[in-house]
């Protein structure tokens, strides 16, 4: 069955260093979702793409944040300056609509020192 | 603004048993969706069961089937003869629907059921 896949599974960062997560979304998938989980805490919405642009973005999404689809497969997102705050698990996620469920990819474990 | 609240402590249930899981919605959208996900201690997020704002059934997955009220706005889990392998956090998400956008999620914040052999 197709699958979301992230990498790493785990990244462990200095505090001011760029951190990029990747994902290849389901092949057919259109919309992709990046959304972040701090430990013990609920799942937060990150920002949401479709058609090379971001098609929305949350207050956490800010300048720090970054997103690209490089090519046919691959998702990124790309973390500036990473504060300790930063810490969290994140989810690459992907529908294959708007309106369809979306698939959780493994997570990338980022912890930052 | 849509709001999940689940409220329960950790849930206890008994092998074989059949446990509901409690979730209410707060939303002024007509269309929308709800899903349930399962988070295991490894970490991933697995997708359990989907419901529309505008389906008629109770949607049902397997072991899974989600008792929706959508008056009292609650959207219900129910695991039917409960497995070891269903401990876990469970996570009631919702997203709105509506033209030209992407349909982000809105989590709750989870419930973490055991389940006793």
């Known amino acids: 069955e197709p699958e979301v896949t992230q990498t790493p599974s785990h990244q462990v960062t200095q505090m001011g260093q760029e951190v990029i997560l990747r994902c290849v979304p389901i092949s057919n998938h259109l919309y992709f979702y990046w959304y972040r989980q701090i430990l013990g805490q609920k799942v937060e919405f990150l920002v949401s793409?479709?058609?090379?642009?971001?098609?929305?973005k949350s207050e956490i999404f800010d300048d720090q944040f970054s997103v690209e689809r490089p090519d046919g497969s691959n998702f990124t997102l790309k973390i500036r300056s990473t504060k300790l705050e930063d810490s969290a698990m994140y989810f690459c996620?992907?529908?294959?609509?708007?309106?369809?469920?979306?698939?959780f990819g493994p997570g990338t474990r980022l912890l930052v020192l | 603004a849509q709001k999940i609240t689940q409220t329960q402590p950790g849930m206890f249930v008994q092998e074989k048993e059949a446990v509901t899981l409690d979730c209410t919605y707060d939303t002024s959208d007509q269309s929308y969706g709800l899903f349930w996900y399962k988070q295991p201690s490894s970490g991933e997020m697995i997708f359990l069961i989907y419901q529309g704002s505008y389906d008629e059934q109770n949607a049902t997955e397997g072991r899974y089937s989600l008792n929706f009220q959508k008056a009292r706005k609650s959207a219900n889990l129910v695991i039917s003869a409960s497995q070891l392998g269903d401990s876990a956090m469970y996570f009631c998400a919702m997203t709105k629907y509506y033209t030209g956008a992407n349909s982000k999620l809105t989590f709750g914040k989870g419930i973490t059921l055991s389940v006793r052999p």
């Open positions: 793409f479709y058609n090379n642009e971001i098609s929305e």
């Open positions: 996620a992907s529908s294959e609509n708007m309106q369809e469920t979306q698939y």
